[in-house]
């Protein structure tokens, strides 16, 4: 276990900077949890167009917020837009955007499986299960 002393100082580097990474993400979290919070309590809930308003608000918020300074770390100071750029990106898997369903053929697995037989007896059988299926 020679060396021990320098997988510790990579693992604390490696961690500290995965600590800096994820704090931009916490603080432009936290200010768009702070500016729909906002945006509620401005706009009327009775208010036929209120999605519209909600959303026009949150903007504001947000907008009024790029150019002023949001996070300081003792040696500099960030402004909400540095970090939002500066943030994690998440994939629409997670910011819940995109919903995917795989639909599978097992009709068609099973003919790839049998290399696209011709076998009448083969195909017969694949057409029954198919009846069978739609009828259960």
């Known amino acids: 276990m020679q060396n021990k002393g320098l997988i510790r100082l990579f693992a604390i580097l490696f961690g500290l900077v995965s600590i800096y990474q994820l704090s931009f993400t916490f603080i432009a979290n936290r200010i768009e949890d702070n500016a729909k919070i906002y945006a509620a309590k401005n706009v ?15 903007r504001a918020y947000l907008d009024s917020l790029g ?12 402004t909400y837009n540095e970090v939002r750029d500066r943030e994690l990106n998440k994939g629409l ?9 795989l639909q599978i053929s097992v009709k068609d697995i ?12 083969f195909n017969e059988a694949l057409a029954l299960a198919s009846v069978k299926q739609k009828k259960s």
């Open 67 to 78: 150019n002023e300074k949001v996070y300081n770390l003792g040696f500099t100071d960030f």
């Open 110 to 121: 099973i003919r790839g499986l049998a290399n696209y037989s011709k076998d009448p007896v």
């Open 44 to 58: 009327d809930s009775n208010s036929p167009n209120y999605q519209q308003q909600f959303d026009s608000r949150e």
């Open 93 to 101: 898997d997670l910011k819940g955007g995109i919903n995917v369903i």
